[in-house]
């Protein structure tokens, strides 16, 4: 099925809805197909392949709202359960604030190719993908004598998706996605087994890094964790690593949302226009990023995406409303869902920060820990490095952080020059200072 | 993406994805299926009916499976249907439902994995599936077998009623129920959320054993949130109730004990503290503190990270790990908890397999790779989220035995130290062994009692050496009631854990000096 039979549809599917007695409708098509291969010891462990189709359908009833999703997409099935959809919906309390989106979102789409599908897709061979992640297992092999086991993996897929909203909205996109890397634990001597991963997510397959990269760093990465210990509870500067700093983001961008503050459970509830963060924190919301993972001409409600700064120079700009909570809250809605962050990036790198660190942690990796967004209260496990005199002194392991979100991000110091691409997050590295770590 | 360091669990929240449906959307009559006790082979054809498939099309698609050569093959046919219904301001205005139908097929060589699902159940696109599946093994074609057995399974979770008949109309009131008891019981509460799920799930397993078993799984849960407000000051807590079983799971004393202990653990936290940063004794509440199972040992015990050679307990077995009061079990046929199963996800029996038994290393737990791989026995431990993921070796319902001490005893031996009672997650490094778990609310332990209550710690530690810094274990087992959630690889599967009242001389607490 392409887009286009998908289009059709999903416009069916609209009017059986419609023809049942549903006020409003809005329907999604998805389809995609996906391809793994995981590799480790001269062979392939895992080879998968599938194909898998989705249809959700959401319900806008006199004031009743409900949401379905299958599966099945031949016709029959789909007239039973579309019946069945908007006669369930009867039977909920009416809720005035459910609606689609008003029209006037849909229409300032931006005529532009963000490039996000890469037509060389199916070109590339399944011995294409077992050699990739064979060569990368074999560079991860080199590296170091101290690797217990290495996996290594390529993955691909393809996808395609329509979206019909019944007061006047269409749109369809095609995606296609490139992963490869590995995952590596080496010996770490009196019983630990050090490991981490590189692993690169891309659109399009001539953007994949180089396999040496791929390889090689993730056994480094591995290999530096030898002999991590913890170290005296302590208030230390920090700097987080671009590819883990999107995880203290997540601690703001849920009290962010418009379903946190109209259920009153977010500490920036009444902020707006006031100073969150350190004047060096300017959060950007772009969906235009060409090739990017986070990159999209419409939301998920069908609303025309924009280019929005979200907090600037650390003054809060903008929530992400939906249309529904919106509503509820008197607010225009702007989109409840990030696509690509970026920040306004500092000109250091991570060397440059490491070596501007008298004494504190580099972290590496955040392991569990979590966030109240009612009250700001924070605290995650990590690992990472302590620094002393601008250099890395030893791995550190099996510390907390813990804070209030409320006051963290006024004392971010420095926004690194370095920002992490496989991601739709693209945080550089960052410097807080005085933050406590809780150890022996 | 931390694509295979990360294993992560939950608590299954409000904010969660939810996904759901309403009854009969399939040409299929629940009622006339599954409802009536029946003779075990007319169950059979009921899902061979259901599927829309027989004994000839399978073993046709397994020869396609085994062309290349392959051990082993697996066929895994389901179908599931889930519903959520939401309130939300004091009304229940929103549900979700979702269905999903489909197949997945395995083939084994070696240790190697082929793998290919397909959501239309057709004899050309199961072969389909099955050759791209048998890609994985390049040898002469093995023969497949000649007929099927069934096999019949227990029950662990007998259900009065089928999801499948219990209409929307008969859930919204219990909703507006513990709604009103919430706003009722304290006046400081200023919104309330709840989500009431119920899931059901067909499975039908035929392997190249000549094997077929079919299995009904049912699961529900009910969750509250809610936020008060005192002085300008506001605090969020709930609680949850999950377990496969059908409505009849929600007595008059349950839903009671929703609203009551959301409210109440919503507004201890105002008189919340940070404990001090740094290490301390710890003791865990009884029941879901079963996260530090999960996490400290549990996954480092599931045989694919031991048999790629990633577990920091790789070296371990028979060893002593633990004083000799220690024994930890994870068991997959505890009656209508949300982790058992009648059967395992690759066909097996499920069972009480010991991790650690008085003290001592037992076993790992397996799946069919893994078994073969160290030539030990499985222990029904293979399971997948769907029919769209082949098989690993995954906990079930995690717990420790009871011990020799009692809590009063327990408590009453710190002098200053943490009692860890909510939870929300929890994560494992299994090399390294570093876990954490996030405690969601506690207390202060001053001079053997109770004190001041805590919130909002992560709590991080070494798996071998937390276990051996378990010093006394109280005799009062209790298991999670929550709706918990593991993670590990891309999939989820529904696990418990218990624990009675435990002690830990020394572990990292992340608090605030």
Redesign the interface.
């Known amino acids: 099925m392409n887009n286009k039979e998908k289009l059709e549809l999903a416009r069916w599917a609209v009017k059986q809805a419609k023809s049942r007695g549903a006020e409003e409708v809005s329907v999604d098509v998805a389809q995609s197909r996906n391809v793994e291969v995981e590799y480790r010891d001269g062979q392939i462990d895992k080879l998968k392949e599938s194909t898998q189709n989705a249809m959700d359908i959401s319900i806008y009833d006199d004031n009743r709202y409900s949401s379905h999703g299958t599966n099945d997409l031949r016709k029959g099935s789909l007239e039973k359960f579309i019946s069945e959809a908007v006669a369930m919906t009867k039977y909920l309390n009416e809720d005035s604030h459910r609606k689609l989106p008003d029209p006037k979102f849909y229409s300032d789409q931006k005529d532009i190719d963000l490039k996000l599908f890469d037509s060389s897709y199916g070109n590339v061979t399944s011995e294409q993908r077992v050699k990739i992640s064979r060569e990368i297992e074999s560079i991860a092999k080199a590296q170091s004598d101290k690797i217990l086991s290495c996996t290594s993996g390529y993955s691909d897929s393809f996808s395609e998706s329509v979206k019909v909203n019944s007061n006047g909205f269409e749109g369809e996109s095609t995606r296609t996605a490139f992963s490869a890397g590995a995952e590596v634990t080496v010996d770490g001597g009196g019983g630990g087994r050090p490991q981490d991963w590189n692993w690169a997510t891309v659109r399009f397959f001539k953007d994949l890094p180089d396999l040496e990269f791929l390889g090689k760093v993730a056994v480094e990465r591995a290999l530096e964790k030898i002999g991590q210990d913890k170290m005296q509870s302590e208030r230390f500067d920090m700097i987080v690593e671009n590819r883990s700093a999107g995880r203290l983001f997540y601690s703001l961008f849920s009290p962010m949302q418009a379903g946190s503050l109209q259920q009153k459970s977010s500490f920036l509830e009444g902020k707006l226009g006031e100073k969150i963060a350190s004047g060096k924190f300017t959060l950007i919301d772009n969906p235009f990023i060409i090739n990017g993972l986070g990159s999209r001409l419409y939301d998920g409600e069908g609303m025309a995406t924009k280019k929005r700064v979200k907090i600037d120079k650390g003054v809060l700009k903008e929530y992400y409303i939906d249309t529904y909570y919106g509503s509820k809250l008197g607010m225009s809605p702007n989109s409840g869902s990030t696509t690509n962050i970026t920040l306004e990036y500092g000109t250091k790198s991570l060397d440059d920060l490491i070596k501007g660190m008298k004494k504190g942690i580099l972290v590496k990796n955040f392991i569990g820990g979590n966030s109240n967004s009612t009250s700001g209260d924070f605290s995650f496990g990590i690992m990472g490095h302590y620094i002393e005199g601008g250099r890395i002194a030893r791995p550190v392991n099996e510390m907390n952080i813990s804070g209030n979100m409320k006051e963290f991000w006024n004392r971010l110091a420095e926004v690194g020059n370095d920002p992490y691409v496989f991601s739709s997050w693209r945080f550089p590295s960052l410097y807080f200072t005085d933050v406590q770590f809780s150890g022996i | ?5 990360r294993r992560e669990f939950l608590e299954t929240g409000a ?1 969660g994805v939810v ?1 759901a ?6 040409k299929f009559d629940p009622s006339a299926a599954f409802a009536a006790p029946m003779e075990d082979i007319v169950n059979l054809n009921e899902y061979y009916t259901h599927f829309g498939v027989d004994e000839k099309i399978i073993l046709d698609v397994m020869q396609t499976a085994l062309d290349r050569g392959g051990d082993y093959c697996d066929i895994y046919f389901q179908h599931s249907i889930a519903n959520t ?1 939401g309130l ?2 004091n ?12 197949v997945g097929i395995r083939v084994i060589s070696g ?9 239309e159940i057709t004899s050309k696109a199961m072969k389909l ?1 099955a050759s ?1 599946a048998a ?2 093994a390049n040898r002469n074609k093995t023969a497949a077998p000649v007929g099927l057995e069934h096999k019949t399974l227990p029950d662990y979770y007998p259900v009065k009623t089928l999801w499948e008949n219990v ?3 008969r859930k ?1 009131p219990y909703l507006q129920n513990i709604n009103d008891k919430v706003f009722s019981k304290d006046s400081r509460i ?2 309330s ?1 709840i989500r009431f799920s119920d899931f059901s799930s067909y499975i039908l397993i035929a392997n190249s054993e000549g094997k077929t078993v079919c299995d009904y799984r049912p699961m529900t849960s009910l969750r509250v949130s809610c ?1 008060a ?1 005192q002085n300008g ?4 807590n709930g609680y949850s109730l999950a377990a496969r079983h059908g409505i009849e799971f929600f007595t008059r004393e349950n839903v009671e004990k929703l609203s009551d202990e959301s409210v109440r653990r919503t507004i201890d936290l105002f008189e919340a503290v ?1 404990p ?4 301390m004794e710890v003791v865990l509440a009884p029941g879901s503190s079963g996260i530090l199972l999960h996490e400290a040992i549990g996954h480092g015990m599931e045989a694919d990270f031991n048999r ?5 307990f ?1 070296d371990k077995i028979n060893k002593r790990v633990a004083k000799e009061f220690v024994n930890i079990v994870d068991n997959g046929t505890n009656m209508n908890i949300r982790g058992s199963l009648n059967v395992d996800d690759e066909a097996n029996d499920t069972e009480e397999t010991y991790l650690v038994r008085d003290g001592i290393l037992t076993t790992y737990l397996h799946d069919r790779i893994s078994a073969k791989h160290y030539k030990s026995r499985h222990t029904g431990n293979g399971r997948r989220e769907s029919f ?1 993921y ?1 098989p690993m070796p995954r906990m079930r319902n995690t717990y420790m035995l009871p011990g020799p001490h009692t809590p009063e005893e327990i408590i009453k031996s710190v002098k200053k130290g943490l009692y860890a009672e909510t939870f ?15 405690v969601k609310s506690g207390n202060l332990i001053e001079d053997g009692k109770l004190t001041r209550p805590v ?8 798996g ?1 050496e937390v276990l051996a810094n378990i010093v006394m274990v109280a005799d009062d087992l209790k298991m999670a009631e929550g709706g918990w959630t593991c993670g590990k690889d891309g999939q989820g599967v529904p696990v418990s854990q218990g624990l009675p009242t435990v002690k830990v001389s020394s572990i ?6």
Not at chain 2, 21 to 26: A, C, Q, R, V, W
């Open positions: 993406m931390g694509r295979m360091t904010k996904i449906s309403i009854p009969g959307i399939f219904v939300e301001d009304a229940v205005n929103r549900a979700y439902a979702n269905v999903d139908f489909g240790d190697q994995t082929g793998y290919s699902f397909t959501e599936a791209t890609n994985i209409k929307i109309d919204i200023i919104k959320r936020t407000e000051q506001r605090e969020t940070k001090e940063a740094g290490e790629k050679n990633i577990s920091i790789a769209r082949a929300t997650n929890g994560q494992v490094f299994i090399g390294a062994g570093d876990f954490t778990f996030y919130k909002d710690i992560n709590i991080i530690g070494n071998p990292t607490v992340g608090g605030i000096s």
